[in-house]
């Protein structure tokens, strides 16, 4: 089975603390997504990166960079949390070639900065 | 760039009743379609996909959806609901070429009642 595998269910910091979010996925997927979750918004894309070392900005970029050094890893990287990213955040894989073959999720890490 | 509206933000229903969630999509280009179900404090799974051919997909847990290009939309059907259907429904969509970067609708809350 395919496996997305986020660091953390579960997170709380303090504002201004720089925080990791780590995901690493299993399958050799090309691609890699950051999601942010809210109620009503739905998934909004953070980053993605389509090869190690590249990165794209997705809608809403603000406030976070992304590092992707090795392929099956990816890493979102909040510089100075603030209360207005508290959320869920999701981290996706697929193939580049292959897009019809959907995109395969991590199970979320639910992040509260306080 | 493609763009998704779910018309619905949260549809009630009974047990064993019959069920459509709506999605329309627009998009500039050939699209993949999917169908993505977040159950509570979990990640997303694909429960189907429209890439050609067959206007009428089936998925998991018995569900179908059907794509119509005229209309462009790709509504979500199960023709008898259980209490475990009760998630939050996805649409997303993604150009047939490309980066097949995903871009997801807003969500629609199914909550199955007794």
């Known amino acids: 089975d395919v496996k997305v595998t986020q660091s953390s269910r579960y997170l709380v910091k303090r504002t201004g603390e720089k925080v990791f979010l780590e995901c690493v996925q299993d399958?050799?997927?090309?691609?890699m997504f950051w999601y942010r979750q809210d109620p009503g918004l739905g998934l909004r894309l953070i980053y993605f990166?389509?090869?190690?070392?590249?990165?794209e900005k997705g809608d809403i970029p603000e406030g976070y960079s992304v590092s992707r050094e090795k392929k099956e890893r990816f890493s979102l990287i909040l510089e100075s949390a603030s209360t207005n990213q508290t959320s869920m955040y999701l981290c996706?894989?697929?193939?580049?070639?292959?897009?019809?073959?959907?995109?395969?999720f991590g199970q979320g890490t639910r992040l509260t900065v306080v | 760039a493609q763009s998704v509206t779910q018309l619905d933000s949260q549809v009630p229903v009974f047990e064993e009743a019959p069920v459509e969630l709506r999605c329309n999509y627009s998009?500039?280009?050939?699209?993949?379609l999917f169908w993505y179900v977040q159950y509570p404090n979990q990640g997303l799974q694909l429960l189907l996909k429209y890439l050609s051919g067959s206007t009428l997909v089936k998925g998991i847990n018995g569900f179908e959806a059907e794509f119509n290009k005229s209309q462009t939309s790709f509504h979500l059907r199960k023709p008898s609901v259980h209490i475990s259907d009760t998630a939050e429904y996805f649409c997303a969509v993604s150009a047939s070429g490309g980066s097949y970067i995903p871009t997801f609708g807003r969500g629609t809350s199914l909550i199955v009642h007794p």
């Open positions: 996706a894989s697929s193939f580049a070639g292959r897009g019809g073959l959907g995109a395969f």
């Open positions: 990166s389509y090869d190690v070392k590249m990165k």
């Open positions: 399958m050799d997927h090309e691609n």
């Open positions: 998009s500039s280009v050939s699209v993949y």
